[in-house]
């Protein structure tokens, strides 16, 4: 996987494991636990007594520079995906000659949600426990050859001695393990309709990250003995992997999150629709997600190179043990032989990806709902942090306690529309799906990916 990796440095962060929309069966009424994902409030009033989450896990993959083509592909073939990137035979790219300086943007994340639960405490109140790893990784507006040049470890010889330049390329990426308190309750009730709330405080062990800003770089490849660099600047800042490779403690900070809340729900005649609907349930929900930051302060640097003119000598020939070296390198690179001159802290804030979600669920008739979920992810500004990519979907969906199906129509935005057809299936307490699954049944070129699977147990 050695090419997707040097491409995609965001997903430096994913080896270290997850929160993603999970759209087929987070808006269920029998989602439980993982229903505070998209809105704290869900499990207030909740169909369900409680809910243990034994283990989900999703992964979520965009862009639009890589590809494997379909004709490639296997059908559900995880095994030929692996087997092409360990070998280097099955990804190509959508770098354009003509075009060198066009912008591609890429975008990853994944979560694995461990143990966790909510219980009923008294009426309409219930608390929560969720412990996940989440990594998110976020490419923004690379060059064209940039991209390609890192896909071919600078070794292609049809772009030396040619000048290129990028003057936008943003990196994001971050790794954490997070512990989640949630609490949840009913506001207000009158009638057939109630406000419900809830709120989630989340703890955060930084596990790892990157960041790459403020891009200004003009270069050109002679060969494998130079790289030339002219009026160039670029700020960036790290955590160290080597205390991966060494087994060492992945803790390289701390930090603190929120999530809040509200959900109003209609119940028509047959209350809150608790006994199946009656035809006439709705419920509107608004939440902010995933407020805050992680402070690494651990095996953490953030520098600054810039230089009128630097050259990189013989770079096909350097090995570097450690990060250290890299730093100490490319400091040397940029200020005349000074290998320390680069370095400007020893720690950095990294913003969550915080977002605005907006949900609508309508009991069509009887098992049958359509919900209708925004995602609408924040920027930081000059900041550095992680980026939610926006999510437009549209999911009808058949639900009973034992057995559930729902067919989540989306469009994801990141600097680039992607539309996205999806699958879910719920089949007691087991779940599998995915919003884009397209690629994995050999139906699209695999340019992006969406996939979910999981086991929760719960008592109505």
């Known amino acids: 996987?050695?090419?997707?990796?040097?491409?995609?440095?965001?997903?430096?962060?994913?080896?270290?494991?997850?929160?993603?929309?999970?759209?087929?069966?987070?808006?269920?009424?029998?989602?439980?636990?993982?229903?505070?994902?998209?809105?704290?409030?869900?499990?207030?009033?909740?169909r369900l007594k409680w809910d243990v989450n034994v283990l989900s896990v999703n992964t979520v993959f965009a862009n639009n520079f890589l590809y494997a083509p379909k004709h490639d592909l296997a059908f559900f073939g995880v095994k030929r995906i692996i087997e092409g990137s360990i070998?280097?035979?099955?990804?190509?790219?959508?770098?354009?000659?003509?075009?060198?300086?066009?912008?591609?943007?890429?975008?990853?994340?994944?979560?694995?949600?461990?143990?966790?639960?909510?219980?009923?405490?008294?009426?309409?109140?219930?608390?929560?426990l969720t412990i996940a790893a989440r990594a998110y990784g976020n490419i923004r507006n690379i060059t064209g050859n940039a991209g390609q040049?890192?896909?071919?470890?600078?070794?292609?010889?049809?772009?030396?001695?040619k000048p290129f330049s990028d003057q936008s390329a943003r990196l994001?990426?971050?790794?954490?393990?997070?512990?989640?308190?949630?609490?949840?309750?009913?506001?207000?009730?009158?009638?057939?309709?109630?406000?419900?709330?809830?709120?989630?405080?989340?703890?955060?062990?930084?596990?790892?990250?990157?960041?790459?800003?403020?891009?200004?770089?003009?270069?050109?490849?002679a060969d494998t003995t130079n790289i030339a660099f002219t009026n160039s600047s670029v700020d960036y800042g790290r955590t160290a992997i080597d205390d991966f490779k060494n087994a060492r403690s992945p803790n390289h900070g701390h930090g603190f999150g929120a999530d809040i809340g509200f959900t109003f729900v209609h119940g028509g005649e047959g209350g809150n629709g608790?006994?199946?609907?009656?035809?006439?349930?709705?419920?509107?929900?608004?939440?902010?997600?995933?407020?805050?930051?992680?402070?690494?302060?651990?095996?953490?640097?953030?520098?600054?190179?810039?230089?009128?003119?630097?050259?990189?000598?013989?770079?096909?020939?350097?090995?570097?043990?450690?990060?250290?070296?890299?730093?100490?390198?490319?400091?040397?690179?940029?200020?005349?032989?000074?290998?320390?001159k680069s370095r400007t802290g020893n720690s950095f804030h990294m913003a969550m990806p915080a977002a605005l979600s907006i949900q609508a669920d309508w009991n069509v008739y009887e098992h049958y709902f359509v919900n209708a979920t925004i995602v609408k992810g924040f920027g930081h500004g000059d900041n550095v942090g992680v980026v939610r990519p926006d999510v437009y979907s549209v999911t009808p969906r058949y639900e009973t306690k034992w057995f559930e199906a729902s067919v989540p129509f989306s469009l994801l935005y990141y600097n680039h529309w992607q539309p996205r057809v999806g699958l879910?299936?719920?089949?007691?307490?087991?779940?599998?799906?995915?919003?884009?699954?397209?690629s994995l049944l050999k139906l699209y070129d695999l340019q992006q990916a969406d996939v979910y699977a999981g086991v929760h147990f719960f008592i109505q």
């Open 274 to 340: 608790k006994d199946g609907g009656d035809g006439r349930l709705w419920r509107l929900g608004i939440s902010l997600l995933d407020l805050g930051s992680i402070n690494f302060d651990r095996n953490t640097g953030s520098y600054h190179l810039a230089a009128q003119t630097a050259n990189f000598n013989n770079w096909h020939q350097s090995k570097f043990v450690n990060n250290v070296q890299l730093d100490q390198t490319l400091s040397a690179v940029f200020y005349n032989g000074d290998s320390a």
């Open 424 to 438: 879910a299936v719920r089949i007691g307490y087991f779940f599998i799906g995915g919003d884009a699954p397209g």
């Open 149 to 161: 040049n890192a896909f071919d470890y600078l070794l292609e010889s049809n772009l030396w001695n």
């Open 1 to 46: 996987m050695k090419k997707i990796v040097v491409f995609l440095v965001c997903v430096n962060c994913a080896q270290y494991v997850v929160a993603q929309q999970q759209l087929g069966v987070w808006n269920s009424n029998y989602a439980g636990i993982g229903g505070t994902m998209l809105n704290p409030s869900s499990i207030a009033d909740s």
């Open 172 to 221: 994001n990426a971050m790794s954490w393990v997070e512990y989640g308190l949630h609490y949840a309750a009913v506001l207000y009730e009158e009638g057939n309709n109630e406000l419900k709330a809830g709120i989630s405080l989340n703890y955060m062990q930084g596990l790892g990250a990157a960041y790459v800003k403020n891009t200004h770089l003009n270069y050109s490849i």
């Open 87 to 128: 070998h280097e035979n099955l990804f190509q790219t959508r770098y354009d000659p003509q075009h060198p300086d066009k912008l591609y943007n890429v975008s990853f994340s994944t979560e694995v949600l461990g143990p966790s639960f909510f219980v009923r405490v008294a009426k309409k109140q219930e608390v929560g």
